[in-house]
């Protein structure tokens, strides 16, 4: 299976700032999603990121807060905008082929703090 | 809402005994149901699936159940070991390809 390298790992902000992920994939991937983990919840699911065009976002997340690119099927980045405290908390990208039966990649994730 | 629920926040067992964790779903179309492992500053781990069509896989010391008429499946770990402790997260796709988690049970193996 695919493997992940997420960066940066962790990262405290400035309310009012931005915030860039990387998530780079060793292999071609079909699919690409971005989740976040608020502490003590589940992992929510933001977008799907396509290759090549705008990303699929989940209902309560929008483009302008979560600007999503894909330029090719390894590579894609998250950022967060306009950051405030309640922005603090993992975000984890993850990856695979479209036979759900083996699961999806995840990267480590990136603990964000917004002070 | 939360189509994906795992109901027990935790769970202790004693190294060697099995450990059972629950999960219940509300969406019947959900195509495969799978658990991932996570343990601390790290992303989560697929561990196992099981199709929508089946009503159990094994593998090695992990087997998973599902109930389709009760919209339930489960994680048997037998033996449990202490490597075994971390969270563990149930979730299912929908025919979007979408994983959804549940809340996630962290499971403490005890020597």
């Known amino acids: 299976s695919a493997v992940i390298s997420q960066k940066p790992s962790r990262d405290i902000c400035q309310r009012g700032t931005s915030l860039t992920i990387q998530c780079q994939v060793d292999?071609?991937?079909?699919?690409m999603f971005w989740y976040r983990q608020q502490p003590g919840q589940s992992l929510t699911l933001i977008a799907t990121?396509?290759?090549?065009?705008?990303?699929?976002?989940e209902s309560g997340f929008v483009i302008d807060k979560f600007p999503i690119s894909r330029p090719n099927l390894t590579f894609s980045t998250l950022t967060v905008s306009n950051m405030s405290p309640e922005d603090s908390s993992i975000y984890l990208c993850?990856?695979?082929?479209?036979?759900?039966?083996?699961?999806?990649?995840f990267g480590s994730g990136t603990r964000l703090t917004v002070v | 809402d939360q189509q994906v629920k795992q109901n027990s926040p935790s769970l202790s067992v004693q190294e060697g005994r099995i450990s059972i964790l629950n999960c219940d779903y509300t969406?019947?179309?959900?195509?495969?149901f799978l658990w991932y492992k996570k343990y601390p500053a790290e992303g989560p781990t697929f561990l196992i699936s099981?199709?929508?069509?089946?009503d159990k896989n094994e593998d090695g010391r992990f087997t998973v159940f599902l109930n389709k008429s009760a919209k339930h499946l489960s994680l048997h770990i037998v033996p449990s070991q202490p490597g075994d402790s971390a969270v563990y997260f149930c979730?299912?796709?929908?025919?979007?390809?979408?994983?959804?988690f549940g809340a996630g049970t962290q499971v403490v193996v005890t020597p």
């Open positions: 990121a396509n290759q090549g065009s705008e990303a699929t976002y």
């Open positions: 993850s990856g695979g082929q479209t036979h759900l039966g083996r699961g999806y990649t």
């Open positions: 979730a299912a796709t929908d025919s979007w390809g979408k994983l959804q």
């Open positions: 969406n019947s179309m959900f195509d495969y």
């Open positions: 099981i199709s929508s069509i089946k």
């Open positions: 292999s071609q991937v079909t699919m």
